[in-house]
Structures are given as C-alpha cells and as structure tokens.
C-alpha cells in the first residue's frame, strides 16, 4: 500500500506552536522509509499521526487513494511494533503471537497457518512453547514481529523497535528486518534516531529536526549529497568536517588562513555568486588524501589515534587549532604529536552557504 502525506501538521492542545508542520512525503508500496531524527524532533508523533493514535491537526493522510485522517486505528490495516514488546509473560511464544488474532475471533486452522508461518520466517520454530521469561531479548523482539507478521497488515509501523538490543544482536536484526521485508514485501515505516539503522535499511530516509523536513531521498542522497549543513553533520560517522571560511578570488580560504583550496571547475561554476561571501566547507573524514603532492595539500597534527580495525581515526589539529578528523586505513601507520601533510580529493567537497546553511554546490 502507498502512504501519501500531504501537508501533515500537528499542534498538541495546550502547545503554542506546532510539534509538525508542512510534512509531505509519498512512500511508495513495499518500500522501507525510515523517519530519521533527533531526540524530539517529532518522529513518534508523526509515526502515531499515520497509525492513527495522534489526531491530524492539518493536512491529508492518504492510504492509496483513501484518506484516512479520522479512520480509526484497528480500520486503517496497520500493525505496529515498538520498543517495548510488553509480550504477555504468562502465555507461550505461540499464544502470544496468536492474541490478536483469536481475538478476531479466526478459525483455529488459520491462526495455527500464520503463527508457523511468521515462526519460520523469523526462525523461532523451536520457541513456540517456551514462556517470554525463558527466550533471550532478540527472540522476545521476534515474537513482538511475528505478532504484526501474523496480521498480514498492509503497512508495518515501527518505533525504535531495535533499541532495547545490545549491539551485536542490533546489527544482526538489522540484516534480519531487511531480509523480511523483502521477503514480505510489506509497506514499513520505521522511527529511529540511529543514522545507521537509517542508512543500513532504508530505501527512503525523510530527516526531521525541529518538527522539519530537512530531507527526502535515499540514503546514497543523504551521505553525498546533502541538502544542508544539518544534514551533512547528521549523517556519516565520524561526524563530517565543516570549516567556516570565506570564498574569495576563486578559491576558498578557511579562517585564520590555514586552508586555502580551489574548488573543482565545476564548483567554481556554482559558487561564482558566493564571492567575497562567507561560506562552508565540508568534507567527510575518509575523503582526504594522505599525500602532500596534491595541490592544495596542508598540515596537521596528529592528536589522537583510534585503532579501529580496517581503519585508523585520527584526531588532528591545524596550526589555528581547528580540530579535523581524518579517516585512514588501518594499515596505515601514524605517530600521536607528528605533523602530517594531507590533501583534499576534490571531487568529494561539500560547500555550503554559511548564512542559510543551505547546500552550494550540484
Ligand atoms: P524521541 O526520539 O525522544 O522519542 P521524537 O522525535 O519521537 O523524540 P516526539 O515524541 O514526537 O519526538 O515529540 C515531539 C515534541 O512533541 C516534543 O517536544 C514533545 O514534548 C511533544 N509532545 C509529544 N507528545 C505530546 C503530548 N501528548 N502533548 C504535548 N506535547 C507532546
């Protein structure tokens, strides 16, 4: 099913100002959006305003062609999963997957089809019979999935399902959501404030700060093309360097002189209305080059490093004291307190207007 928002706002009584507004999104059938963003940017009220626990204050909320603004939730075919499974302790894996729909009042024959089938699909045949108490806490999350799972709903709405996990078991129910949906093909719209559960498994991100849209598009859009300075920092970890700096005379110089880069032919082009103007920097921590023969090359000074494995995060240090951080691969070596030249892979810049924040550059 398509999920189209039009408009979508939301004023909390007693509230003065909106939590949302002007929220327009369209989530094509089958596919996996996820609504990214800081800790009260409006996330869950949105996902309740779609499951339709929060009541539309303005604008049009499509199912299809349907608009279902005040259909009640049981109506609108929905099934939602979140962060706290509150599984019945004293029913089995199997009643408690089974709830919903013997509540429903459906034949023995069809809960039993759809419990071993959602069972199988999470791979938790052989819990069936054991208590919630006596599963571990990545089984109990797949319980609470099989119980949407056996409603066959048109849309999953999930809210930080995953948060309750340790790391290891996140990361794997990552891979297994992903592998689910796409073998149930079902609509899903998932909350989290995670960047990486975002980019792991959306094919659809829409990024909200402050009750905002800051962006729609896919994750690919979101890492390298980033519509502003928020975004750019929101997404991609290490955090992207920003330096702020003024472009002048065709070539971007950071403050207190320490960077000094001409931009690609291309950008030049887009930043020719940005001279003598104040503008932005960006470049992620594994887009600089570890070589001083590149024009343009600087010094830096290696502060801290972090082993990682594949690669090396190194905290440096420019001669104003502007901190950067560098990505490099693990085999790389470098010696805490060295200075080191570093370049710039040009094509990988981000610049950005510094008054608006607003993306320069194609
Ligand atoms: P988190 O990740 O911390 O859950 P969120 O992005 O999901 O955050 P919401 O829970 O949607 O954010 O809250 C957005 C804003 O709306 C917050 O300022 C919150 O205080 C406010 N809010 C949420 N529920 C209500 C309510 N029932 N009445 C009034 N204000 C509310």
Do not use: W
């Not at 990545?138 to 709405?157: C, D, E, S, T, W």
């Not at 420019?318 to 070596?333: A, F, K, N, R, Y």
Request: charged share 30%.
């Amino acid at each position: 099913m398509k999920v189209l928002l039009k408009n979508i706002g939301k004023k909390y009584e007693g509230r003065e100002e909106f939590t949302l507004r002007n929220i327009n999104l369209e989530i094509d059938d089958r596919e996996f959006c996820v609504i990214l963003g800081p800790s009260g940017c409006g996330k869950t009220t949105l996902l309740r305003m779609i499951a339709g626990l929060n009541s539309i204050t303005e604008g049009d909320l499509m199912f299809d062609d349907r608009r279902v603004n005040t259909v009640p939730p049981k109506d609108r075919d929905i099934a939602m999963v979140f962060q706290s499974y509150a599984l019945y302790p004293h029913m089995t894996v199997y009643d408690n997957m089974a709830f919903s729909l013997a509540m429903r009042k459906e034949s023995r024959k069809l809960i039993d089809e759809r419990v071993r089938e959602a069972a199988e699909l999470l791979q938790i045949e052989n819990n069936l019979y054991a208590k919630p108490a006596d599963i571990s806490g990545g089984q109990r999350q797949r319980v609470a999935l099989g119980r949407a799972i056996v409603r066959k709903p048109k849309v999953f709405l999930m809210d930080e399902p995953l948060s309750n996990l340790d790391a290891k078991l996140r990361e794997h129910m990552r891979v297994e959501l992903v592998r689910i949906h796409k073998q149930l093909g079902t609509t899903t719209i998932y909350v989290t404030h995670d960047q990486t559960e975002a980019m792991t498994m959306a094919n659809k991100i829409i990024l909200l700060d402050k009750g905002k849209v800051q962006q729609v598009g896919t994750p690919d859009e979101f890492y390298n093309k980033p519509v502003n300075i928020f975004v750019a920092r929101f997404i991609g970890s290490p955090t992207m360097n920003i330096l702020e700096g003024e472009y002048k005379n065709g070539r971007f110089v950071s403050n207190n002189n320490t960077i000094k880069l001409t931009p690609s032919e291309e950008d030049r082009e887009s930043l020719s209305a940005f001279e003598g103007k104040r503008i932005s920097m960006g470049i992620r921590p594994e887009r600089f080059v570890n070589d001083d023969t590149y024009e343009d090359s600087f010094k830096a000074k290696v502060d801290v490093i972090e082993m990682l494995g594949k690669e090396k995060t190194i905290f440096a240090k420019l001669e104003d004291g502007t901190d950067l951080v560098i990505s490099v691969p693990g085999h790389h070596e470098f010696i805490e307190g060295e200075s080191h030249s570093f370049g710039f892979d040009k094509s990988a810049i981000h610049f950005f207007d510094s008054e608006t924040g607003n993306r320069i550059n194609p």
